[in-house]
């Protein structure tokens, strides 16, 4: 399948991906060397850990700004090598993310990344208890990191996938409605509830109530059909992203000086670990026709949907069972 | 004023190594904008103030940052990269863009071939001011430059007609892999606490 369907812009910028992939590579393979040269000035750590919402824990040191480069080079190239129909090679980068990224002590992790690389790639389960993320590494260590009043905003959408996508409603138990729900932090709680990707839950067999979730109550029709509703409008939110960077931004239609860079990223990694948590944990509802509120729709939202969902397919090819 | 540390890549010339150049940019004017290169030979040193107060002004600005390519040949400010956080419209997120990551991309013209990388501070100015030599501006802020945004992403720092080479702290030359070649400091580099408002008692 030609990646990213409703664009056609993409084939054209094919190329400019592939440098940029090459370049990030390189760059991730140098960091160490950019960011840990003592007395040359480069000691002090990049502004980088803002991407880590546990740096605020100030219980532990963040992790180091040569992992956080480096891991986020990795994954922004594992990132352009999977919409370019290079899965095998995004795995790779994923896989060496995942490896840099837990090198070090488990409180020194870039949590949310080890969280979301680890559940891609079936090499971590991802619980969300009272007390804070709960990623245990298969075969490895685990790391109880606490929520600090919150999480931010920005990290609810990955926290709800990297959790579906590693063992789906079961990721939630200790969040259940029917436990006590005075341990759990207001501010997480209201912040991964309020992100909208939390909309497709019943799709999970996870009913939203208004302090945590219930996976004892079946969804109701109605809650599945606005389930429904919500991932399609997910994928049109995703195919307004790319027509945008792809057709509009100007430095994808007129890059400056041979720079490769796209403004914007290119890939939903939520969108995309919402579809892997389906595919895994919701096989009987992971197939086109049922996910589409009218399967005889043909738009770029539901093209993108196809294309994800052959994107899932390939991606699980060859990854371990937990 | 704001002291920003900033880093500038410069990418090696087609026609050879340019070693001699690059560590020459230490000493003398340090790094010069192109509108300096264009006004040798043309004007008296004495007419170099009232031509670069022509030179600078927000228009100028607002070309060298989103039509370089008319007028690279003889703007009078120079690209900084100092990093940046963008903002992702669509989730909406954030993420973080280093200036390493820029700066180390234009030195190598995305890791193609070899070229500089100086780190060297600057003075910026909390408002706009492109028409005020001295200091330069920070065009990444969009609070300042509202109708900046089109190339946010390379997290810029524009410096005015010349950094002095006392701001520039060393140079680094890269190869198309990104690994190190050589380092040369600068011996007569003053760091920027000299002019910091952290007073010691007396």
Not at chain 1, 10 to 37: H, S
Not at chain 1, 212 to 219: A, I, M
Not at chain 2, 132 to 156: C, I, K, M, W, Y
């Amino acid at each position: 399948m030609a990646w990213l369907p409703p664009i056609e812009k993409a084939e054209a910028i094919t190329g400019r991906l592939r440098d940029r992939i090459v370049y990030l590579d390189k760059f991730a393979a140098r960091a160490p060397a950019l960011f840990e040269a003592p007395g040359e000035g480069r000691e002090r750590p990049p502004d980088s850990t803002v991407d880590d919402f546990y740096v605020g824990d100030r219980k532990f040191p963040p992790p180091p700004a040569a992992t956080l480069a480096s891991v986020s080079a990795l994954m922004t190239a594992g990132e352009l090598a999977l919409v370019t129909n290079q899965t095998e090679r995004a795995k790779d980068y994923f896989r060496r993310a995942l490896g840099t990224a837990t090198r070090q002590s488990a409180d020194r992790w870039p949590i949310l990344r080890v969280a979301v690389l680890g559940a891609a790639l079936r090499q971590c389960v991802v619980f969300l208890q009272p007390e804070g993320l709960d990623v245990r590494l298969r075969n490895g260590p685990a790391r109880l990191a606490g929520w600090v009043g919150m999480p931010s905003f920005q990290s609810s959408a990955l926290i709800l996938g990297a959790a579906l996508a590693s063992a789906g409603q079961a990721s939630f138990i200790g969040w259940s409605s029917r436990r006590d729900r005075s341990s759990i932090p207001l501010g997480a709680l209201s912040t991964v509830i309020g992100a909208r990707e939390a909309d497709v839950l019943p799709l999970f067999r996870l009913v939203r109530t208004p302090d945590g979730f219930d996976q004892l109550q079946e969804p109701t029709n109605e809650q599945r059909t606005d389930a429904l509703i919500a991932f399609y409008a997910l994928h049109q939110r995703y195919a307004s992203r790319l027509y945008l960077v792809l057709e509009t931004d100007p430095p994808a239609s007129d890059p400056r000086d041979r720079e490769t860079k796209l403004r914007h990223p290119l890939f939903d990694w939520a969108l995309f670990m919402l579809h892997l948590g389906l595919a895994r944990f919701s096989p009987d509802l992971y197939v086109r026709e049922r996910l589409l509120p009218n399967p005889s729709f043909d738009t770029a939202a539901t093209r993108l949907m196809d294309f994800v969902m052959s994107l899932v397919r390939e991606f699980q090819v060859g990854l371990p069972s937990l | 004023m704001l002291v920003q540390w900033c880093l500038k890549g410069i990418a090696e010339g087609a026609t050879g190594p340019e070693d001699a150049l690059a560590q020459s940019r230490l000493g003398g004017p340090g790094l010069k904008s192109s509108w300096l290169f264009d006004l040798r030979g043309n004007a008296d040193i004495f007419e170099f103030p009232e031509r670069s107060h022509k030179a600078l002004s927000y228009s100028a600005l607002d070309a060298h940052v989103h039509s370089y390519s008319t007028v690279g040949r003889t703007t009078p400010y120079i690209s900084l990269s100092a990093g940046c956080v963008e903002l992702d419209p669509f989730t909406p997120t954030t993420t973080t863009i280093k200036a390493w990551e820029t700066a180390l991309d234009f030195a190598t013209r995305s890791g193609t071939q070899s070229g500089f990388v100086y780190r060297l501070w600057v003075l910026v100015s909390p408002k706009p001011a492109p028409e005020l030599p001295g200091f330069a501006e920070e065009v990444r802020e969009l609070n300042s430059f509202d109708t900046f945004a089109q190339f946010h992403h390379e997290g810029e720092i524009t410096a005015k007609l010349f950094v002095p080479a006392r701001q520039i702290e060393w140079v680094e030359k890269y190869d198309r892999d990104l690994s190190l070649l050589w380092r040369a400091r600068n011996p007569d580099f003053v760091p920027p606490e000299r002019v910091s408002n952290l007073l010691d008692y007396l």
